[in-house]
C-alpha cells in the first residue's frame, strides 16, 4: 500500500477500509514512498511482520510523485486530521518527491497537519545539512528514532550503515531542524529498552529542548 491507515492493534489497512470501520472523527493518514532504509534495527517490523498482500506496506517498485498525488487526490480530506510519511522504508532517501508532496499536500488542504518519521539520518546519506530542506512551513513535525541514550548501544540497536558516528548525527539533525520545523519529537520503543535506558533518553531530550515519545512496541 502507498497511502493507508492504521486500526487499533496496529493492522495497515486502507484508507476506505478505515473509513468503513471508524466512519466518525478525524484520522491520520500515512504515506509509504520506499522500502530502502539505511538502518536494519533489531526490532524493525520490516523482517518481523507477515501480512496479506493487498494490506502489504512492501512495495514491488517506488511510487512517483504524480502515483502518490493521484491517491491523495481520492482522499476524502474532511476526515484527514494528519499525513504522516512513514511505513518500512525510510522516507526521506527520497528526499526530492518527499519535499514536492509536502508542499502538494499544504496547498491543496493547508489546513491538514504534515509529518514525517525518520531515522533522522539524512545529513549522512546525503552528505550535508539537510535540516533546512524541512523549512517553508512544509512540515509540521518530525519525528526521530532516538532508539539509545549512547552511540554504543544506538548501532547494536540499529546496525546503521554508517557506523558509530550515526547516533551524533541524528542528534544534530534533531536540534537543528528545530529551526525549520515547529515540533520535534524524538521517540525510543518499550520492551526494547528498559526503565533505566527511557530516563537517559529523556535526560538527552531535556538537556536540548526536544520531547520524548515512548513508542508501543509491535511483534506482530
Known amino acids: 500500500m502507498i497511502v493507508y491507515a492504521v486500526d487499533k492493534g496496529g493492522e495497515y489497512i486502507t484508507v476506505e477500509e478505515s473509513l468503513r470501520r471508524h466512519p466518525e472523527g478525524k484520522r491520520s493518514i500515512y504515506v509509504n514512498l520506499t522500502n530502502r532504509c539505511t538502518c536494519a534495527c533489531t526490532f524493525c517490523l ?5 501480512m496479506a498482500e493487498e494490506h502489504s506496506l512492501w512495495l514491488k517498485e517506488e511510487p512517483s510523485a504524480e502515483l502518490v498525488k493521484s491517491e ?17 522504508g525510510e ?8 519535499k514536492e508532496l509536502l508542499r502538494y499536500i499544504k496547498s491543496v488542504q493547508p489546513q491538514v497537519k504534515t509529518r514525517v ?4 539520518l539524512s545529513d549522512l546519506y546525503f552528505k550535508r545539512d539537510t535540516a533546512p530542506d524541512f523549512g517553508g512551513g512544509i512540515l509540521d513535525t518530525v519525528s526521530i528514532s532516538l532508539n539509545a541514550s549512547n552511540a554504543e548501544r544506538y548501532l547494536e540497536l540499529t ?15 534533531a536540534q537543528h531542524v528545530k529551526e525549520y520545523v515547529p515540533e520535534v519529537v524524538l521517540t525510543v520503543v518499550d520492551h526494547v529498552e528498559d526503565d533505566g535506558e527511557i530516563a537517559l533518553c529523556k535526560k538527552i531530550c531535556d538537556e536540548r529542548g526536544l520531547r520524548l515519545r515512548v513508542r508501543p512496541y509491535e511483534d506482530s
Not at 520490516?46 to 507477515?50: A, L, Q, V
Not at 484527514?80 to 510519511?85: G, H, P, S, T, Y
Not at 522516507?91 to 518527499?98: C, F, H, Q, S
Open 46 to 50: 520490516r523482517t518481523m511482520k507477515k
Open 72 to 88: 491523495l487526490g481520492r482522499v476524502p480530506w474532511e476526515y484527514v486530521e494528519e499525513v504522516v510519511f512513514c511505513g518500512f
Open 91 to 98: 522516507p526521506t532517501m527520497r528526499l526530492e518527491v518527499l
Open 117 to 120: 518519521n525518520t531515522n533522522g
Open 159 to 173: 546496525r546503521s550503515e554508517f557506523g558509530i558516528d550515526s547516533f551524533d548525527a541524528m542528534l544534530s539533525f
